[in-house]
Nanobody
Framework: QVHLVESGGGLVQAGGSLRLSCAASGSFVSIASMAWHRQAPGKQREWVTA???????AYADSVKGRFTVSRDMDKNTMDLQMTNLRPEDTAVYYC???????????????WGQGTQVTVSS
């Protein structure tokens, strides 16, 4: 119903930068909010950042001042600009969307397949 595809992951050195993108497609009526989550090897998935309108954002304390999330509501895309990356940022990053699909009464969560970010020491 909502297909989310992440891109932009890769290998970078500590202190480097990387930009992730998420593109949404499908039969959804609207996307209320989008978010990035990440999951490091052997650890549970954690929330990183969320965005509703282009100017309404929230960040986990661990990434404040280093990550910037943005959203293009016309193109149904979301970007995550990551700077000053640290080895502890290494994880699979997942795009998520809260969306209304077709004639469904309730909003539902949708997830992408994830993209790997590896930060070397």
């Amino acid at each position: 119903q909502v297909h989310l595809v992440e891109s932009g992951g890769g290998l970078v050195q500590a202190g480097g930068s990387l930009r992730l993108s998420c593109a949404a497609s499908g039969s959804f009526v609207s996307i209320a909010s989008m978010a990035w989550h990440r999951q490091a090897p052997g650890k549970q998935r954690e929330w990183v950042t969320a965005i509703t309108s282009p100017t309404t954002t929230a960040y986990a304390d661990s990434v404040k001042g280093r990550f910037t999330v943005s959203r293009d509501m016309d193109k149904n895309t979301m970007d995550l600009q990551m700077t000053n990356l640290r080895p502890e940022d290494t994880a699979v990053y997942y795009c998520a969307a809260l969306a209304t699909v077709g004639d469904e009464l309730n909003e539902s969560d949708y997830w992408g397949q994830g993209t790997q970010v590896t930060v070397s020491s």
